[in-house]
């Protein structure tokens, strides 16, 4: 199983980037999905989830309104559309996807995540 993450980079306050997460070897609607980040020095959070059945989706207050998860099941993609960037959105972003379908209260925590990708870098400068 692989997990390939792609669309970081470098921009200015109030642009917006698209990540790219593409699987082989797994089937991203089988179970749930998520976007992670990770900031120089502060532990992973959850940014996004994605439900496997319902595509319900999950952000995290600071992300609300600005980014938005997507998954295209006959690319076995999913997506993270990011609007508005802040500095303080600046982190490496990973995708993590779950076998099983996660409860709500459980899609938060990574070690629920049977895999993930490499990660991509967002930049943000102010």
């Known amino acids: 199983v692989q997990l390939q993450a792609s669309g970081g980079g470098s921009v200015e306050t109030g642009d917006s980037l698209r990540l790219s997460c593409t699987a082989s070897?797994?089937?991203?609607?089988?179970?749930?999905t998520a976007w992670f980040r990770q900031a120089p020095g502060k532990e992973r959070e959850a940014v996004s989830c994605i439900r496997p059945n319902s595509g319900t989706t999950y952000y995290t207050e600071s992300v609300k309104g600005r980014f938005t998860i997507s998954r295209d099941n006959a690319k076995n993609m999913v997506c993270l559309q990011m609007n508005s960037l802040k500095p303080e959105d600046t982190a490496i972003y990973y995708c993590?996807?779950?076998?099983?379908?996660?409860?709500?209260?459980?899609?938060?925590?990574?070690?629920?995540?049977?895999?993930w990708g490499q990660g991509t870098l967002v930049t943000v400068s102010s």
């Open positions: 070897g797994f089937t991203l609607s089988s179970g749930s």
């Open positions: 993590a996807a779950s076998r099983r379908r996660l409860i709500i209260s459980s899609q938060y925590d990574p070690t629920n995540y049977d895999y």
